[in-house]
């Protein structure tokens, strides 16, 4: 006992810790005359190799990663390094094409808008002379508008073929353009665009003929871009590259080298590959002078042109090299870096071992049967063998709450939050049963309109909903269902071999559903159902896919059973949106008929959806229908009266309608009646002037078969709109009035003039004289002839 304990005082310099607080302790007693009851694994931790082991396995994985990782990457960087070059330089031609096809394609717009304008098309026809000032001013205007130096458009010019006469640099001229080459229309293209070379100035012109798609034109609108603002948009800012535009002839129309615009290709190595490739876009390697170079191409579909780029190998490679190089000699600086930090990290890596043992050595108590540790570890593993054991008991708490748990589970999966081997693996904890085919149901309140509850009433209502659909599909077939935001998410299983019955047992589910919230709740709901899927990690996307088809109520309406597959068409046509209808409803709304305005509006939302498309377009469209009635709002000056109210954001409440209905039903109430009571209060302020107009059009035009419609087209009302408004301001209908002053010119023909009463009454429109006469009498109780008379006497 003498000796052991001598040699345990012999390594107090060198333990640390509690091990040298404990060995100082016995020491103090064994001073004072006191035998301590000394064991020797209580004190010292036995010895181990733990050490060495830990420096060899931190060393070999450190460095045969790194060895492997350093001679992949030498061999592979030259080959990975050009492929991403060429397709880094194959999206930036892309790029360059885009924006100058984008450009192009702006500039054609725009002129083939003016130029198939009506005031173009007649005045290229029309001799104009210097009276014709206004149609000039006109004409010199829209070719300003045209343009547009945002787009790089230098000179617009128009020209006259039949009369001679054309417009260029704000100015009007007579005769040929002396300072321009003759032009050779082709009839075949309306529009197209031909390089142009001359003296002062380079680049391309648009030639439009108009009209268009005539056999002889009778005129030209022509626009010029120079070769300096098609250059900047080729190059893009990369001055080291070759880039160029070639058309089907082999000219150069656009080069980054300002001397090659205008020459020829034929004569390049390249050309002869570029011709024999079926490929619209790609790239090859070729040699010029000896040299390699990568040659990018892409086809435009657009004008027949081709974008080329040349690019030297040199750079590619050379830049390969070097991160080949520098690879490597990382890879050996990180090898001897490896190897010394192995022996220094794996010193500092066994102090928190160390460490850990005395934490367990100080909260331990050891019996007097325990056996010694054989190392650290071991010892370790005794006190996590014990923490396991207290982990059994929390989880055997937590199953006391694992209905919380599995609710949670199960968001998680239908949100995709889950990893497979947690899927699988939770799976089989909850003993979830297995089905040949699954499928999501997802149920979700139509509108809250015209029931008896409100909108802060819904998750009331979820929550009773999902009571219902639980009720109604019983497990095992029902795995869960639970309400996630505004939707009630029902899984469900099935053992149906063929797809037919997959659906019917599936719209059973959901119909009994959906009649069953009607009979107790009184609601309106609709139900999407996904894809049947085999695996239950297809889940998130099962739910994402029952969403979606909710989404088709909007062409659908309410109490819809929505299968995706049904609904979404193979080939979604594109966005649709009926201008003429919109025209209409606008010139309806302007003559407050709101029985024609609602038929529009009705016949706009059935032309919307009439075409099958992902319902986002429809919802665009609408939201499109609400920007022009808002600007016909704003353009009469209503806009505060409109808008101020408290409805929020009526772009937000126009797209969280679900059905056609309630979109009609938002149109009409929201935006059509409040726009027709507003111009209706603005009529009234001006209904005098109204009347006051239509017996100017009498005053004038009373000597014509001039009718109550032909004055309200002439101002831009409703007859129906005028009738009243007149009735209102003169007390009497405008057939009354009409006669009335007819009556009062005959009388003043009669006493001034010597005209013959046939010719009065064929002027006041009678049809004869006999019915002008019986008219005469019934109002004047003698004959025209009499009247005069009696006038003159």
């Known amino acids: 006992m003498r000796s052991s304990f001598v040699r345990l005082l012999g390594c107090c310099n060198y333990a640390k810790g509690t091990c040298k607080k404990r060995i100082l302790k016995y020491r103090d007693m064994w001073y004072n005359g006191k035998t301590p009851n000394l064991r020797l694994e209580e004190i010292m931790p036995p010895r181990t190799t733990f050490f060495i082991r830990l420096m060899i396995f931190s060393t070999l994985i450190g460095t045969l990663p790194l060895l492997f990782l350093g001679i992949y990457s030498f061999f592979q960087s030259t080959s990975a390094v050009q492929t991403k070059v060429n397709e880094a330089n194959v999206f930036i031609l892309q790029q360059s094409q885009s924006r100058v096809e984008q450009i192009l394609k702006v500039i054609d717009q725009v002129t083939g808008r003016y130029a198939e304008s009506p005031l173009v098309v007649n005045s290229v026809s029309q001799r104009l002379e210097i009276g014709d000032f206004q149609n000039i001013d006109q004409l010199v205007k829209g070719l300003l508008g045209v343009q547009t130096y945002e787009l790089g458009v230098k000179d617009t010019e128009l020209h006259s073929l039949q009369q001679g006469w054309y417009i260029k640099d704000g100015g009007f001229y007579f005769g040929p353009d002396l300072t321009k080459k003759p032009i050779l229309l082709n009839t075949a293209y309306n529009s197209r665009w031909v390089p142009e070379q001359d003296g002062a100035f380079q680049g391309i012109k648009l030639l439009k003929t108009i009209p268009a798609q005539a056999a002889e034109p009778k005129g030209y609108l022509s626009v010029r871009v120079s070769n300096t603002e098609l250059a900047k948009l080729l190059t893009g800012g990369f001055s080291s590259r070759e880039t160029m535009i070639i058309d089907d002839q082999l000219n150069v129309i656009v080069h980054s080298n300002a001397e090659r615009i205008g020459g020829s290709i034929a004569g390049e190595p390249w050309l002869e590959p570029l011709r024999n490739t079926p490929e619209t876009h790609g790239y090859f390697s070729s040699t010029l002078l000896g040299k390699p170079y990568s040659v990018i191409y892409m086809h435009s579909r657009y004008n027949n042109w081709t974008y080329v780029s040349v690019i030297p190998l040199e750079e590619a490679r050379k830049e390969s090299a070097s991160i080949g190089w520098a690879t490597l000699t990382a890879c050996v600086l990180l090898l001897l870096f490896t190897a010394l930090l192995s022996y220094w990290g794996s010193k500092r890596m066994y102090f928190p071992v160390r460490s850990l043992m005395e934490v367990t050595m100080r909260h331990s108590k050891p019996t007097g049967g325990s056996t010694a540790a054989k190392d650290e570890l071991q010892w370790i593993g005794t006190q996590f063998t014990s923490l396991h054991q207290s982990k059994e008991q929390l989880e055997g708490q937590m199953k006391m709450q694992s209905g919380q748990l599995f609710d949670y589970f199960m968001l998680k999966l239908f949100q995709g939050e889950l990893h497979r081997s947690e899927l699988e693996e939770k799976t089989s904890r909850y003993q979830l049963p297995v089905w040949r085919h699954y499928a999501v149901l997802v149920l979700q309140i139509d509108t809250l309109d015209q029931t008896r509850y409100q909108a802060s009433e819904q998750d009331l209502l979820l929550f009773a909903i999902n009571n219902i659909a639980s009720e109604l599909i019983e497990p095992p077939r029902r795995l869960h269902a639970m309400p996630i935001g505004n939707y009630q998410v029902s899984l469900v299983g099935s053992d149906a071999e063929h797809h037919m019955e997959l659906l019917g047992e599936f719209s059973s589910l959901a119909e009994s559903a959906q009649r069953s919230v009607d009979q107790y709740l009184g609601l309106k709901v609709s139900v999407g159902i996904s894809r049947p899927f085999e695996q239950m990690y297809a889940t998130p996307q099962a739910f994402l896919e029952a969403k979606e088809a909710l989404q088709y109520r909007i062409r659908l309406g309410e109490k819809a059973i929505l299968h995706l597959d049904d609904l979404k068409p193979r080939q979604a046509s594109g966005h649709y949106y009926p201008h003429h209808l919109v025209s209409e409803l606008t010139q309806a709304i302007a003559f407050l008929d709101r029985d024609k305005a609602d038929e529009l509006l009705r016949q706009f939302i059935q032309e919307v959806l009439r075409v099958e498309t992902d319902p986002n377009l429809y919802r665009m469209s609408f939201a499109m229908l609400l920007t022009d009635l808002a600007r016909v709002i704003y353009d009469a000056g209503d806009t505060g009266e409109m808008f101020i109210r408290d409805h929020g954001n ?144």
């Open 650 to 793: 009526e772009y937000e409440q126009l797209l969280s309608l679900k059905t056609p209905q309630q979109i009609e039903i938002w149109f009409k109430h929201q935006i059509i009646y409040p726009m027709m009571d507003l111009a209706r209060k603005r009529h009234e302020s001006s209904g005098k002037s109204i009347s006051r107009s239509v017996m100017d059009l009498i005053h004038e035009h009373y000597d014509s078969d001039l009718t109550l419609e032909q004055c309200a087209q002439r101002l831009n009302y409703s007859t129906h709109y005028i009738r009243r408004i007149f009735r209102k301001e003169t007390g009497m209908n405008f057939s009354d009035y009409l006669a009335g002053y007819r009556h009062d010119m005959a009388k003043s023909w009669l006493s001034g003039s010597d005209m013959k009463i046939t010719e009065i009454a064929e002027k006041l429109q009678y049809t004869n004289a006999q019915n002008f006469i019986r008219q005469f009498r019934k109002l004047e109780g003698m004959t025209p002839g009499q009247y005069r008379e009696q006038q003159r006497a």
